[in-house]
């Protein structure tokens, strides 16, 4: 199902119901505050990596680095951040989900 958006007068595109409401969970689920990087991905837009305060991540995928910017704006219990050291040591990635990174190689 495709979802209409309409570009605001600076010329982004607003993040959708879904998006907002992705985040929102996402928030109440891991933790407040959680942290959102927006890292631009190419054509496909960007993505906003989710860091909960438990240290789980999740993300949600939007158009542009600016809805992604307008996203973690709108939502209270998000905070901006980067890829410093206080956010990549505040998430907590599990063996599971390194094997699972690492592909063929961590089979072998």
């Not at 909960?52 to 951040?81: H, K, N, Q, R, Y």
């Amino acid at each position: 199902m495709a979802e209409e958006t309409e570009k605001t007068e600076s010329g982004t595109t607003p993040p959708t119901q879904r998006q907002l409401t992705a985040a929102r969970e996402f928030a109440a689920a891991h933790g407040k505050p959680s942290k959102a990087v927006v890292e631009h991905v190419g054509r496909a837009g960007a993505r906003v990596v989710l860091v909960g305060a438990d240290g789980a991540m999740g993300d949600v995928f939007v158009p542009s680095v600016a809805t992604g910017a307008a996203l973690v704006e709108a939502i209270e219990d998000i905070e901006a951040a980067e890829w410093d050291s206080e956010t990549v040591n505040a998430t907590d990635i599990g063996a599971a989900h390194r094997r699972r990174m690492a592909g063929s190689k961590a089979r072998r």
